[in-house]
């Protein structure tokens, strides 16, 4: 009987909910339970053919970190020979530990969208910090002092700025979402010209220099490619206009970040919101924890209760798919066909 | 000829077109400028039959003192016997300082609207401050320490959270659209019934006991008024389930600030955001500068560069109105008639 790897908490909380859908699919399928504990026998390996890489299996890892749960899981994901499909708890497929089983052939799907809700909300509010008085306020709050802003060191209204967001998945989408209700004008950027809900335009990546000039707000949130590494670079950087903001909740390695720190220390740039680095954890002597105007998140700026839940329906979506032939949702492309 | 008075701003930048549309309406205009420095003759009061109390003029008063410019400002008005109609800057008619004027039966027109977007902003910024981890995150950047949040310590998603939200007028709605986006239902407190755009639900104010305990954001945009006076008193903030945040962007008089204290103290509340205070400037002494998950602005919430221009516009929109005998936008009930 073909087996699927999960968590002990999945199992726990889902396993009649995945034994359901097999007997629905006239699929039986036996669900194996990953641990650090206790390695998996040679004979329970072969017969895996999905695995569902989740939240809590994942939680506490970070880019020079993999935990006790994720090296099992992950030792047993790439001893299994007759795995065919691997869904994965991140919006991005670009982990080194996911690499393996997308060079083998292995099936892989994301999370794409889980906790695009969330991330957006803390786009949003990284804007309306930088934006309005936010930190003229909370100093004077620090202080017990009462000093309204006056004309003419009153904020700009965001009303009518242009946010350019790199990626129109659904996190790109969901930021535009919120960043068009506070009146900003939304231009996308994607691989090719075709529209984008959310968005007011959309352009693509090798048109991306003929709008950095007019952007106040440049939010990276897109996946981690040949294409977009290092696509924001230090002559990039330098098209923006001296009021524009930099964001970056997508990876480190697309931003160059040693020219976005010349940037604000010239004061060539306004601010910036950033959740991923270059080096993660941040090192404690990086000079973005104390410049002005610069907000630091700890590749953290999802974290919502309901992510998990979303993570799991959107493998039980896909499950079903699997189990019925039908195309997967938020499938990668292979590094052979892309 | 009837006497328009304006400050020394509004004459230089819109003397013009205020003129203009005098001409329009073929109804010859004086425009008379106010100014700290030199009092108005009689004559030239005797005249006056339209003031235009601009932000300029307001700028620096708060409710324990009154700028030089405004006391002139208010010296000329009450002392213009033919004034028929003043527009003042405030989205409220509350200020004591336009009580005499509303008494003798000058219309009186507020700017409600012109400063709703920014105030909306402000407000979404302070739920997502709360809402989200930022204070984590921010006592995080400030000790150059990496700890992202993981369950069970992630912050509730805000997608299905109840807000309630005091008054349903320009302020009222700004904010429901806002929170709406951000998955919150929205439920509008109103004298009537009837729907209100941007409102998932509206009940009145006598019925307001029945939704309280359901909200877990209450957020106070009304005027102050006999009906609004002390509404959120003791009781009813004991009404508001412990996970509920309160949020004052209107007067300070709506809500019982010493019950508000002693709810938070006694954690039965999660927080609050506010903008407005029984007695402003807030005292120093007073213990909300310092709770945890109080974010305090000092009645700045509106602050934006463009509220300026937007009241300009209401106010050359009702002149327009008022030389044409055509009705005034977002003119106040007067005292005998309310």
Partial sequence: MAGVLVSQRVADAYGEHILEISRRCS????????????????????????????RDVWEGCDKTFINPETRAFFTAVDAA?????????SAGADLPIYQPSLERGVRVTTSSGANAEPMAQTVTWA??????????????????????LISPDLPRDLRGQNAVIIGTGPVGQSIARLLRTLGLNTIGIRR?????????????YERIDDVLPHAQWLVIA????????????????GLLPPDAHVINVARGEILDEAALIDALTQQRLAGAYLDVFAVEPLPTESPLWAMPNVIITP??????????????????????????GRPLENEVDRPDTA
């Fill in 299 to 324: 590749h953290n700026c999802s974290a919502s209760a309901g992510n998990s839940g979303r993570g799991v329906d959107i493998f039980l979506h896909n499950l079903e798919n699997f189990l019925s």
């Fill in 127 to 148: 804007v309306l910090s930088l934006a309005r008085a936010t930190a003229h306020w909370m100093a004077g709050q620090r202080r017990r002092e009462w000093s309204p």
């Fill in 192 to 204: 090719t010209p075709a529209p984008a809900e959310q968005f007011d335009r959309v352009t693509t």
């Fill in 27 to 54: 699929r039986p399928l036996d669900v194996v339970v990953s641990g650090p504990s206790a390695p998996l026998s040679a004979n329970v390996c072969n017969a895996l053919e999905i695995a569902f890489y989740s």
């Fill in 222 to 237: 897109c996946p981690l490619t040949e294409t977009t590494q290092g696509l924001i670079d230090a002559r990039r950087i």
């Fill in 81 to 89: 020979p007759k795995l065919r499909w691997l869904q994965v708890t």
